[in-house]
């Protein structure tokens, strides 16, 4: 028997651990919170370059896991990054953006920009000047000066009407012909006697008589024609004087305050708010009465290019975004990008059975209320949502935005009235948030991703250890502590959260820099203090708060253990069996993980099918595993196939296992199966494996090494079989070990053993007590060991194999 022994590891490499006083304090309330983020150095660089390029499309996408503090340190980074921009430029001048009613075309309302503040200001000035045309300009028209004025157009006009018609009809009496009105228009009539002709008076005729008659009629309806020309003409010209008196009087009334309006908003700049209150003032001249009475009168609108059923809209501006009081750049976290959040959208109002909308009802998105200033988006989110994306690019692209209905609108659903504002034009840092795999996604198959995001921060998930790390970490105990009123950590309290931190990322020489999972076991261990009614949060509490979580979530483990304990899931514990080993494997539940043995079989026979991997013939075998299995089919061909063929065949199954296998931590546990079975030698129950292997018989890592082993720990302990219980691990992962206390314990008591193998020689003889086997220079192994015995059970396959196939000889 060989001497396993020396593949042990050793109680102190089982988990990382160091003297608490080794820390500069005895209360993480001695210290301060920190100054900057923890390890982030490469992401944090990013940013501030990222920030500090004003050239277009420098936009971020800052990717890291869950709990990285993707948040915190981009609002940070912002506030900074404004405070620079404030001290530099000193205090910055923004702008209010409104909508304003377009005369030309009411169904694309205009944009207008104007000084910071001032957006109110023009509603109060519009409302004034309403005020002015409906209280003012009434008494103005109802003048006894005005009214005379106004009587004495119409009775010209009414008098030239008279003279033009009276002089038709007297050149028509004259050739014997009377003029006539009717609803089909002005006719003709010859008369007899003094009265109309009737229809059988003018049949009664002979042609020459109607022939002649029709010529005199023709001639008199020239004249009537060119009369009725003369009319509309003299219309038009009273009407023209009329207007112009209609505006004189008018303008006298509204004139003052529509110039000083316009020379108000003239000085500061604002010119498109004078061109629209010009237009304001020729709209209040052509439509003084509908607008006085709030209501289009006779039945017509305000006159323009569309119909206005409200003849006072005009006169409401829509303050669109208004910046009045800000100082420093707007930040904006969009942690819901819909489509109307981010870019806008158009409200409406259901009347008489439909929908009206007007400028009025326009509102803005974030990226307008950011114009300015930054924006941060949560790109999964956006993405979420089909219509988004497309549209975020073209805003980034064109630099300008505007409130409008997403194009993916229900199938059928026509918006009514629809509106397209005029853009506004927009600069916006735009700060996209997400996990590195939706960054390699829109990289890879978005052309466009590179044009508008030129800068990635990658937030890292783990950071190094040394000391100013474990400061580092103190510290932020401190500051969780202080932000939330918890009861502050003795400093070996703040070392379970550290080793905590080390089992998140299963490595002695990292710390996981998910730190939203830290602040969450931080708040959980002091409410354990608390309910202790300690003065600290020691290590203690933060260990209870750890099992207090197991027990949480731990009911699906608890049941597959109980199935274990009660022999429904069959796993051996003691003795050896030829062919047969016990693998590890990891579930995860929610928000915790476990490992759980499993039985591994292997039966080998002579035959020409090589391997039979019983899960792929099932279709439950996925990629990985089969890749594991053809590895050790090369592995096999490379040890014992050089001076013979391989002629057998290995069927492999996963012993009560109903649903899907993958990966290939469990192809060295299959391979030692194998080995055992070919060889006759029988492997210990009592040592479970894990582990990855390559063509060339070396041992791979693996993940989940710490719940593979604390899993089949608590089956031996609560079976009573610790005593010879042990784990096989790979060499490689044993800088992975951060178990649990308990379980080094039990180490340090010989309760329960740790093993590492860095080659399939170093696994066989750990789980047999038989040496492996070296082969001699002519590639002979030992006969007794495990390989030697393999080979010869493969080579009396292979001559079998060959008298079957060729019985002749």
């Known amino acids: ?19 608490p006083s080794e820390l500069p304090f005895s209360c993480t309330d001695q210290i301060k919170p920190p100054e900057m983020f923890i390890g982030q150095d490469r992401a944090v660089k990013a940013i501030e370059f990222g920030l500090g390029m004003d050239a277009p499309g420098y936009n971020i996408f800052v990717s890291g896991m869950s709990g990285t503090g993707k948040s915190t340190v981009i609002r940070s980074h912002l506030e900074a990054a404004v405070e620079r921009r404030t001290a530099q430029n000193g205090a910055q001048e923004f702008h209010d953006w409104v909508y304003l009613h377009n005369f030309e075309r009411p169904d ?94 003018y049949l009664a005729l002979s042609d020459e008589e109607r022939q002649k008659l029709e010529g005199v009629r023709s001639e008199i309806t020239r004249e009537v024609e060119r009369a009725m020309d003369e009319i509309r003409k003299r219309d038009r010209e009273a009407m023209e004087k009329l207007t112009e008196f209609q505006r004189t009087a008018t303008e006298s009334v509204i004139g003052p305050a529509f110039d000083a309006a ?46 206005i059923n409200d003849p006072r809209l005009p006169f409401r501006v829509n303050v669109f975004v208004d910046n009045t009081g800000r100082n420093s750049p707007p930040i904006i976290m969009e942690d819901n990008p819909t489509y109307s959040h981010l870019f806008g959208h158009i409200d409406r109002r259901p009347t008489m059975g ?9 509102r803005p998105g974030s990226l307008a209320q950011a114009n300015g200033g930054y924006i941060v988006i949560d790109a999964r989110l956006a993405l ?48 996209l ?65 550290i080793e905590h931190a080390m089992r998140l990322v299963d490595h002695q020489k990292m710390l996981s820099a998910r730190f939203g999972l830290l602040v969450d076991l931080v708040h959980e261990s002091s409410y354990m203090a608390k309910k202790e009614g300690s003065d600290h949060t020691e290590s203690r509490h933060v260990l209870e708060a750890l099992e207090s979580r197991r027990s949480r979530s731990g009911q699906i483990s608890d049941m597959m253990q109980q199935l274990l304990l009660e022999g429904t899931l069959k796993v051996d514990l003691e003795g050896s069996e030829v062919g047969q080993v016990n693998g590890l494997a990891v579930y995860s539940a929610g928000d915790i993980s476990f490992g759980k043995p499993s039985r591994i079989t292997t039966q080998t026979f002579m035959g020409s099918d090589g391997f039979i991997n019983i899960e792929r013939e099932v279709a439950l075998s996925g990629k990985s595993h089969d890749k594991g299995v053809l590895i050790m089919a090369g592995f096999l061909g490379d040890r014992f196939a050089q001076r013979f063929p391989l002629s057998v065949n290995v069927s492999i199954a996963f012993e009560q296992s109903y649903g899907p296998v993958d990966g290939d931590s469990a192809s060295s546990t299959e391979l030692y199966s194998i080995l055992s079975a070919l060889s006759g030698v029988p492997i210990r129950q009592d040592i479970a494996v894990t582990g990855s292997v390559n063509q060339k018989g070396e041992i791979q890592a693996i993940g989940g090494v710490n719940e593979k082993i604390e899993g089949f720990y608590d089956l031996c302990k609560e079976s009573g079989a610790l005593g010879e219980c042990g784990v096989l691990i790979p060499k490689s992962n044993e800088r992975n070990l951060m178990l649990r206390p308990d379980v080094v314990e039990a180490i340090k008591q010989g309760q329960f053993y740790l ?9 066989i003889e750990v789980l047999t007590g038989v040496e492996a086997g070296s082969p001699d220079a002519e590639g002979n192994y030992p006969k007794d060991s495990v390989n030697g015995l393999t080979a010869d059970r493969l080579r009396g396959f292979a001559e079998r194999h060959r008298e079957f196939s060729n019985p002749s000889r």
């Open 262 to 307: 316009i020379a108000r908003f003239k000085a500061v700049d604002a010119e498109d708010v004078a061109e629209y209150l010009a237009g304001l003032r020729t709209y209040s001249h052509e439509n003084a009465a509908q607008i006085i009475s709030g209501q289009a009168g006779d039945g017509s609108a305000p006159t323009g290019p569309q119909p």
């Open 433 to 497: 948030t997400g996990e590195p795999d939706i960054y390699q996604m829109l990289a890879a198959y978005d052309p466009d991703f590179w044009e508008i995001v030129k800068v990635r921060a990658d937030l890292n998930h783990q950071v190094g250890l040394d000391k100013e790390i474990l400061h580092a970490y103190s510290q932020f105990v401190c500051g969780v502590c202080n932000e939330n009123n918890l009861k502050h950590y003795s400093n070996e309290g703040v070392l379970a959260i």
């Open 1 to 19: 028997m060989t001497d396993i022994s020396r593949f042990r590891i050793p109680p102190d490499k089982a988990r990382w651990s160091m003297d």
């Open 755 to 763: 093993y590492s193998a860095e080659t399939v020689e170093d696994g």
């Open 354 to 362: 439909t929908y009206i909308t007007d400028h009025t009802m326009l």
């Open 384 to 431: 979420s949502h089909a219509a988004v994306w497309p549209a975020l690019k073209r805003v980034l692209k064109g630099g300008e935005v505007r409130p409008e209905d997403p194009e993916d609108l229900l199938p059928g659903f026509l918006p009514p009235q629809p509106l397209r504002p005029e853009p506004i034009p927009i600069q916006v840092k735009v700060v």
């Open 108 to 201: 694309q309302p205009s944009a207008a920009r104007l000084p910071q503040g001032t957006g109110t200001d023009l509603t109060a000035t519009a409302e004034q000047l309403l005020q002015v045309v409906v209280n003012d300009l009434p008494a103005a028209l109802s003048d006894d000066a005005y009214t005379e004025r106004m009587r004495e157009f119409n009775e010209q006009t009414a008098n030239v009407r008279r003279e033009l018609i009276s002089e038709v009809e007297r050149g028509a009496d004259q050739q014997g012909f009377t003029v006539q009105a009717g609803p089909a228009g002005i006719a003709v009539v010859p008369k007899v006697d003094g009265t109309p002709m009737t229809q059988e008076q």
